[in-house]
């Protein structure tokens, strides 16, 4: 049995090509060998009833944080739990990579293609149909990341802060956040750790008031600024579809092909989540 796992720092979601399962995320500099272990112990012990360790003939892990500089101490990690799996130099049988040829092989498969991902953070890459040919190194939501969820958030709470945000949107917003006066906004955001995913929880807020101006334009001046970016950096043609991953560009999908459709760009898929790409195959 193959299998496969996609994962951030958060969660990990796997599949056997029927069934999609959830556990703690598991990230090689975020978690020890000891942890990543009793992760797959609960796992394993959870899902008894469908999964059995020693029917797993193959692993597929594609994580962030899964560079080459941390693929073996993963490879090896794993060997430690899946006790029955060969692991061979000329085929692998536990493949640790990069979340990003993890997506692409969702989108695509073996199709050549461009793809994009648009969730707390913001990235895209090129794809050979076997390997990820150029990508981006992310600058983070401070100094880029635009579109995603996290500089959204930034947006939304600056103009919050700055006092900008219209009148009945601030109003919206302070009955939905009562405790976030101007402190504890400012502390989650400079003295508490992972201010990125803090600022990308207010998305929600995006959704809940889609039709507002303020929310419709941020959106698409976000994707757009987006785009601008990766069509010059990638020279890409408007005969080019670009397919999507990720929690925004799966529920603002509307917004995202509104922006490329003003730029002459097409969208082609689009998964709220890589490892649906991986079912049924």
Aim: proline letters at 3%; charged letters at 20%.
């Amino acid at each position: 049995m193959n299998l496969i796992a996609d994962s951030g720092g958060t969660k990990t979601l796997w599949t056997d090509g029927k069934n999609i399962f959830s556990t703690n995320g598991i990230h090689p500099y975020f978690h020890s060998e000891t942890e990543i272990l009793q992760i797959l112990k609960d796992f394993f012990q959870k899902e008894k009833d469908i999964l059995n360790v020693n029917d797993i003939t193959k692993i597929q892990f594609y994580g962030a944080g899964c560079g080459i500089e941390t693929q073996d101490f993963m490879q090896n990690t794993f060997s430690k739990f899946f006790k029955n799996i060969i692991i061979s130099k000329n085929i692998p049988q536990i493949e640790i990579q990069p979340d990003t040829l993890g997506v692409a092989r969702a989108l695509l498969g073996n199709d050549a293609g461009i793809v994009g991902i648009l969730g707390t953070g913001a990235n895209m890459c090129v794809y050979d149909g076997t390997n990820i040919t150029s990508h981006d190194t992310s600058t983070g939501f401070i100094l880029g990341d635009e579109g995603s969820g996290a500089f959204l958030g930034k947006i939304l709470i600056a103009d919050f802060l700055k006092e900008t945000l219209p009148r009945d949107l601030k109003e919206i917003f302070i009955k939905k956040y009562p405790d976030m006066d101007r402190k504890n906004l400012l502390d989650n955001i400079y003295k508490k750790p992972q201010a990125n995913k803090f600022l990308a929880s207010f998305a929600l807020f995006f959704g809940e008031n889609i039709t507002h101006f303020y929310i419709q334009n941020t959106l698409e001046n976000s994707f757009s600024s987006f785009l601008k970016y990766y069509q010059k950096k990638y020279d890409i043609s408007p005969h080019t579809p670009l397919h999507f991953v990720g929690s925004i560009a799966f529920y603002f999908q509307n917004n995202l092909k509104k922006s490329a459709k003003n730029m002459y760009l097409s969208i082609g898929n689009v998964l709220q989540n890589p490892i649906e790409g991986f079912l049924n195959r």
